[in-house]
Nanobody
Framework: VQLQAYGGGLVQAGGSLRLSCAAS????????MAWFRQVPEKEREFVAA????????WYADSVKGRFTCSRDNANSTMYLQMNSLKPEDTAVYYC?????????????????????WGQGTQVTVSS
C-alpha cells in the first residue's frame, strides 16, 4: 500500500485548507486511517482518525469543531477539511493507514498502530 498526501500550503489564520490522502496498491488492506502532524523536534501528534465505514471519527481536542475527517472508499481517498486554522496548526501533516479497522480505543491515536504512512504535506498558517 502506498499513501500520497497532498493539499498543504500557506494560509492566513482563520482560513481553510483541505488535505487529501490517496491510497494505491493493495487498497483492500486499508481499513482504519488517520492523520498525524509533526513539527521539528517534537513527536508526531495525533490529529484525526476514521473507521473504514466512515461512521466512526475521532479527533484531538485541539482540532475538534474545526477539522473534519472523511473518506471515499470507492476512490481510496481520505480527506481532512481544516477550517478556522491557527498558527499553532502549522506542521507537516501525515496520513496513515492500517490493516485493522479503527475504534474508540486509545490505540487509534497511536502512530504505532498504523502500518502504512504517506510522505507528508506542509501546512503553514500565518498570523
Amino acid at each position: 500500500v502506498q499513501l500520497q498526501a497532498y493539499g498543504g500550503g500557506l494560509v492566513q489564520a482563520g482560513g481553510s485548507l483541505r488535505l487529501s490522502c490517496a491510497a494505491s496498491g493493495r487498497t483492500s488492506d486499508v481499513y482504519g486511517m488517520a492523520w498525524f502532524r509533526q513539527v521539528p523536534e517534537k513527536e508526531r501528534e495525533f490529529v484525526a482518525a476514521i473507521s473504514w465505514s466512515g461512521r466512526g471519527t475521532w479527533y484531538a481536542d485541539s482540532v475538534k469543531g474545526r477539522f473534519t475527517c472523511s473518506r471515499d472508499n470507492a476512490n481510496s481517498t481520505m480527506y481532512l477539511q481544516m477550517n478556522s486554522l491557527k498558527p499553532e496548526d502549522t506542521a507537516v501533516y501525515y496520513c496513515a493507514a492500517d490493516s485493522e479497522d479503527s475504534d474508540a480505543g486509545l490505540g487509534t491515536m497511536e502512530p504505532a498502530k498504523y502500518n502504512y504512512w504517506g510522505q507528508g504535506t506542509q501546512v503553514t498558517v500565518s498570523s
